[in-house]
């Protein structure tokens, strides 16, 4: 008996706030400092000690929850969710249970067909816990508690996700919103967001949900993906050969690739939430709200869709200009000194985005400004140096920082159009590639190509493309 299954997926994204201080105490925010370093007797949870409540992580999860479409809560309180573990040197972590910063919003996705809304339930604050860390040589476990009190925002989806391939894209999507807010690096690998994932499967038609696990431990957004497609398969061996899903938390090994059972899971009334009686419950006003919401950035999928309005872009051009918000910055910048955006665009997802990579660089960190890249299309436009020579002038002007008019003097690069100079390249390809010659003679032009590749080499790539074409057709059909 066949047994068609569908994919529920909800997914839990922890980010931290980039504060200058920790959420409830005066130490600083950094990441990196030797162990044990920022730490007070607040976030060591002393006894007799009070947290205070940091109002610009306050105000950065209003800013995110806006973003998320959701609703801001104006009256939040803080709970305690009790637990046991080295890390967590209160015996509690400082979280939000049922009045948390923002709920019920949603983000869009693109999937292959058009898009979706994943429903966001909830975004609340809480205090992120310290950090144990394996020494091998010394068989013990050390404790770091820098990271403890850390500002983080939890972002919780509905169960609305359909495979693992939509759990990346919301990811994905979920991630470059984040950035353009400007509240956290965004940054996986030093820990900054982190995703914990939530799978069950149920048969089609069913509306109950099945039991689900949870997925933590994956160090990537490719990870939740494979992670996700490996529980999904193990869900339905387990169910197929007559077994019972049960609810757990597993660990997502990433080099077995494959997961291990690390807890049963525990349901939220064995974390006892109680509100925090050391902090009141906060109302926030709404002139707060709107001040935050004034002073939100043009979000991404509004601004692909201005690029595309605006500057005539395609979808895809405007796509990758918006996924580096200074990029998109850049573009327009370039923009105002020159109308013809889409070669812009070009160059910048192309030959600049091409350094970007090899120079492992954002675009504010090379030597570029608009203005001299747009001089620099504007050079190959008006053919004083060719395509090929124009992207060895631009790696010149990042190496010095130069204008294109003064690398192009230094280099010698400007293009050769005159006649007499590109004849003499002419007659020399066409002598060393008689076979050639001969399949454009006997009716096969596109063969020109390859010499016109040809002489643009001999030239140094300073000739003139077109002209050469020119020239080697004019030339052979006149043999
Ligand atoms: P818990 O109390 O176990 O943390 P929540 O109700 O807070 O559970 O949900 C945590 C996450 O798990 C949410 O993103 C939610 O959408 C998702 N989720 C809840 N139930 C299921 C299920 N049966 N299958 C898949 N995901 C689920
Ligand atoms: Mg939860
Ligand atoms: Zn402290």
Redesign the pocket.
């Known amino acids: 008996m066949s047994q068609e299954f569908e994919t529920?997926?909800?997914?839990?994204v922890h980010l931290q706030l980039s504060t200058k201080t920790k959420i409830f105490c005066g130490c600083v925010n950094v990441f990196g400092s030797a162990p044990n370093t920022n730490v007070c007797p607040v976030c060591l949870g002393l006894p007799g000690t009070l947290p205070v409540l940091n109002q610009q992580a306050l105000l950065y999860a209003i800013k995110v929850g806006l973003a998320l479409n959701a609703q801001i809560n104006p009256f939040i309180k803080f709970d305690r969710k009790n637990y046991y573990y080295p890390d967590l040197p209160k015996g509690y972590q400082i979280s939000q249970y049922d009045l948390p910063v923002a709920k019920d919003g949603f983000v869009m996705i693109k999937t292959d067909k058009n898009e979706k809304r994943i429903?966001i339930?909830?975004a609340h604050l809480e205090e992120d816990a310290g950090k144990l860390v394996h020494d091998d040589r010394g068989n013990c476990s050390l404790v770091d508690y820098n990271r403890t009190g850390t500002p983080l925002i939890e972002i919780?989806?509905?169960?609305?996700?359909r495979s693992p391939q939509e759990a990346y894209d919301y990811l994905n999507t979920l991630k470059l919103i984040l950035q353009y807010l400007n509240v956290s690096d965004c940054d996986m690998e030093k820990g900054s967001l982190r995703c914990?994932?939530?799978?069950?499967?149920?048969p089609i038609g069913q509306t109950a949900?099945?039991?689900?696990t949870?997925l933590k431990n994956m160090n990537s957004f490719r990870a939740v993906k494979t992670g996700l497609e490996y529980e999904v398969c193990r869900h339905k061996q387990v169910i197929l050969s007559g077994g019972r899903i049960i609810?757990e938390t597993l660990l997502w090994n990433d080099e077995k690739a494959m997961t291990i059972a690390m807890r049963s899971?525990?349901?939220?009334h064995d974390y006892r939430y109680f509100s925090d009686p050391d902090l009141v419950p906060f109302t926030i006003n709404y002139k707060v709200i709107d001040q935050v919401r004034a002073e939100l950035p043009e979000l991404p999928q509004i601004k692909l869709e201005r690029f595309i309005k605006q500057y005539g872009l395609s979808e895809y051009d405007a796509g990758v200009l918006v996924i580096d918000q200074a990029v998109a910055v850049f573009f327009e910048h370039c923009c105002q000194h020159y109308e013809q955006s889409k070669k812009v665009a070009n160059w910048l997802n192309g030959a600049v985005l091409k350094e970007m990579n090899e120079r492992k660089m954002g675009i504010s960190e090379l030597k570029l400004t608009p203005v001299n890249l747009v001089a620099l299309i504007k050079a190959v436009e008006n053919g004083v140096v060719s395509n090929l020579a124009g992207k060895e002038v631009l790696k010149a002007m990042l190496d010095s920082g130069k204008t294109p008019a003064q690398v192009i003097q230094d280099k010698g690069l400007v293009q050769v159009s005159d006649d007499s100079a590109l004849m003499a390249i002419v007659e020399e390809i066409i002598n060393q590639n008689p076979t050639v010659v001969e399949q454009i003679k006997q009716g096969k032009p596109s063969a020109a190509g390859f010499l016109v590749g040809q002489a643009m080499k001999k030239s140094g790539g300073k000739a003139n493309p077109k002209k050469l074409s020119e020239l080697i057709i004019r030339r052979i059909s006149n043999a």
């Open positions: 529920v997926i909800g997914l839990e429903g339930k909830r919780v989806t509905e169960p609305d996700l914990d994932a939530n799978v069950s499967i149920r949900l099945g039991t689900k949870e609810q899971k525990e349901q939220a």
